[in-house]
């Protein structure tokens, strides 16, 4: 048996327990670090632990795994790492925790973002641009009425002219009324026609309108606005005439040119003013029409002419213009 051993009187050897060392004689172990005998005994009160005391970690060996939990530092309290272990370590700069949420910008996203704002706010102002009339803007509310009222006028005409068309439809397609309602529609399109080509005269409510020059002569260009305002606010049928009487029918391919000592030239023929036109339609429409600012009336009045207006209840439109002879076109059948 060994030394190692003991015999327990059973048989089996007992190993043998550590032993604590002693001095000479069995005399206490006279170095200083030695536990006192009677803290190595098990019925020795133990004192309790104080909260404040760091727990101990116990070194290990090279390659053996070390669990850490026990080793965390106070909150905000630097660490060193050295052997595998944790450790306080004094003269460590600690580093403050990243804050949670926190995000950075790149220069990429901030470019984005800010081409995204510069193309919302370009879209804004044009939208704006494109949807404000910078005419109507400047135009006086007493304009913009006339201007609001010639338009319902103008709504009510062709609202009239709908219902017009579908009662001859409706005609037409009545049975045995149809054969004289299409015998019927046929001539009033037949006149209407002969009116707006200047064959046929024509009579109705109307306005007359004269033009009287001022320092400078009524031109051409001056008339022909005019017509062309007249035309655009409903105008049926129009002739002109110059202060020595002589009248020519306006039709749509009447022309204008400026003739010799302020006088007009009309289809051919030599005018002298003043020049009086005579127009059936709306008078009420068509003196709006004309009254627009920056206008017929305006203009005519800003170079020293001025203009004149005569309401009609009935105007007669009596000249005729010779039907023209076609030689090359023919209606498609």
């Given at each position: 048996?060994?030394?190692?051993?003991?015999?327990?009187?059973?048989?089996?050897?007992?190993?043998?327990?550590?032993?604590?060392?002693?001095?000479?004689?069995?005399?206490?172990?006279?170095?200083?670090?030695?536990?006192?005998?009677?803290?190595?005994?098990?019925?020795?009160?133990?004192?309790?632990?104080?909260?404040?005391?760091?727990?101990?970690?116990?070194?290990?060996?090279?390659?053996?795994?070390?669990?850490?939990?026990?080793?965390?530092?106070?909150?905000?309290?630097?660490?060193?790492?050295?052997?595998?272990?944790?450790?306080?370590?004094?003269?460590?700069?600690?580093?403050?925790?990243?804050?949670?949420?926190?995000?950075?910008?790149?220069?990429?996203?901030?470019?984005?973002?800010?081409?995204?704002?510069?193309?919302?706010?370009?879209?804004?102002?044009?939208?704006?641009?494109?949807?404000?009339?910078?005419?109507?803007?400047?135009?006086?509310?007493?304009?913009?009425?006339?201007?609001?009222?010639?338009?319902?006028?103008?709504?009510s005409?062709?609202?009239?002219?709908?219902?017009?068309?579908?009662?001859?439809?409706?005609q037409?397609?009545?049975?045995?009324?149809?054969?004289?309602?299409?015998?019927?529609?046929a001539?009033?399109?037949?006149?209407?026609?002969?009116?707006?080509?200047?064959?046929?005269?024509?009579?109705?409510?109307?306005?007359?309108?004269?033009?009287e020059?001022?320092?400078?002569?009524?031109?051409?260009?001056?008339v022909?606005?005019?017509?062309?305002?007249l035309?655009?606010?409903?105008?049926?049928?129009?002739?002109?005439?110059?202060?020595?009487?002589?009248?020519?029918?306006?039709?749509?391919?009447?022309?204008?040119?400026?003739?010799?000592?302020?006088?007009?030239?009309?289809?051919?023929?030599?005018l002298?003013?003043?020049?009086?036109?005579?127009?059936?339609?709306?008078?009420?429409?068509?003196?709006?029409?004309?009254?627009?600012?920056?206008?017929?009336?305006?203009?005519?009045?800003?170079?020293?002419?001025?203009?004149?207006?005569?309401?009609?209840?009935?105007?007669?439109?009596?000249?005729?213009?010779?039907?023209?002879?076609?030689?090359?076109?023919?209606?498609?059948?």
């Open positions: 048996m060994s030394d190692e051993q003991s015999d327990t009187g059973t048989g089996w050897p007992q190993p043998a327990g550590p032993t604590r060392p002693g001095g000479p004689a069995g005399e206490p172990d006279p170095r200083p670090e030695a536990p006192d005998p009677d803290e190595l005994s098990p019925l020795a009160p133990q004192e309790p632990a104080q909260p404040d005391e760091e727990p101990a970690v116990e070194p290990v060996e090279d390659g053996a795994t070390v669990d850490l939990s026990a080793a965390v530092p106070r909150s905000g309290e630097p660490v060193a790492v050295s052997d595998g272990l944790a450790e306080p370590a004094g003269e460590s700069v600690a580093v403050p925790p990243v804050a949670a949420g926190r995000f950075r910008w790149s220069t990429a996203g901030v470019m984005i973002v800010a081409l995204l704002v510069l193309l919302g706010f370009t879209l804004v102002v044009q939208l704006k641009t494109t949807s404000t009339d910078p005419t109507l803007g400047a135009t006086r509310q007493e304009d913009l009425v006339r201007i609001l009222s010639d338009l319902d006028a103008r709504e005409r062709l609202q009239q002219d709908i219902r017009a068309l579908e009662d001859s439809q409706r037409l397609r009545s049975g045995e009324q149809g054969r004289q309602a299409a015998l019927d529609e001539t009033r399109r037949a006149n209407e026609l002969g009116i707006l080509a200047g064959t046929l005269p024509a009579v109705g409510p109307g306005l007359t309108v004269q033009f020059a001022g320092v400078k002569p009524i031109t051409a260009t001056r022909l606005d005019a017509v062309q305002e035309r655009g606010a409903g105008a049926e049928a129009m002739q002109i005439a110059g202060g020595d009487r002589a009248t020519v029918r306006i039709i749509a391919s009447t022309y204008f040119l400026d003739g010799d000592n302020g006088s007009l030239m009309v289809e051919g023929r030599r002298t003013g003043p020049y009086t036109i005579t127009v059936i339609g709306d008078p009420a429409t068509m003196r709006t029409a004309l009254n627009i600012p920056g206008g017929v009336v305006a203009s005519v009045r800003g170079v020293g002419g001025n203009v004149t207006f005569g309401e009609r209840e009935v105007a007669e439109v009596s000249a005729l213009h010779a039907p023209i002879k076609l030689e090359h076109a023919r209606p498609v059948s």
